[in-house]
């Protein structure tokens, strides 16, 4: 999901960055009890979130000098997923995938059009920024764990940056995460200078 922020820079990041929608946060349900799936996970996802998403939306990169992809940032619909059965919660990321994921792209009229889309998630000068309806917080990466399955990419628990605005939660967990990684080299003669944007789909978990 992230790489050093460092990593970025303001040309390429006005690339890929999308200016965040105001939205009225329509979470009916309350997360009483972690869904299943998440228990499964490396890193702990607190019990009762505030809010439980599932995030759908691009990686994004470009080819850089050394003939492999530098990371650049994303662009993701939040879709409120507290309400979600209990029999569908196993297949909920992978139902999802097939469902706005087609030939490669993401179908981003469809995702934003999603009765549960509630937020997003982008980068802004160089920082990850999640809102929910007219809450948000800019995050930093305070833990990593490596997924068990390579094609995946690995878990992460984000903090709430000290300084910034962050009355939406403290932390952010991105967990069971499908898609979003970059092949592992590229053509800077063909490829640089151009955005590769890497559909991905997985668990947004926020807790303050």
């Not at 929608?21 to 505030?50: D, F, G, H, M, N």
């Not at 929910?132 to 390579?150: F, H, R």
């Not at 878990?155 to 403290?170: F, P, R, S």
Request: hydrophobic content about 35%; some cysteine.
């Amino acid at each position: 999901m992230l790489i050093q922020t460092t990593l970025f820079t303001a040309s390429l990041l006005s690339m890929v960055t999308t200016t965040p929608i105001t939205r009225e946060a329509k979470t009916e349900c309350t997360v009483e009890e972690l869904p299943a799936y998440l228990s499964k996970c490396q890193l702990k996802v607190p019990s009762s979130p505030s809010h439980l998403t599932l995030g759908v939306g691009t990686q994004n990169y470009t080819c850089v000098g050394v003939g492999t992809y530098g990371y650049l940032g994303a662009n993701v619909v939040l879709l409120d997923t507290s309400c979600t059965p209990e029999d569908e919660q196993d297949t909920l990321t992978e139902d999802t995938w097939a469902a706005y994921v087609q030939d490669g792209n993401v179908d981003f009229n469809a995702v934003h059009a999603d009765e549960r889309n509630v937020g997003d998630y982008h980068f802004e000068t160089d920082l990850p920024l999640f809102t929910i309806g007219d809450q948000s917080m800019y995050a930093i990466v305070s833990q990593q764990a490596k997924s068990t399955d390579k094609a995946n990419f690995n878990e992460w628990e984000l903090k709430a940056m000290a300084g910034t605005k962050t009355d939406l939660a403290t932390e952010v967990y991105q967990v069971s995460t499908k898609g979003g990684i970059a092949p592992s080299s590229c053509n800077v003669d063909t490829d640089g200078g151009l955005v590769l944007a890497v559909p991905f789909v997985a668990t947004y978990a926020f807790s303050s």
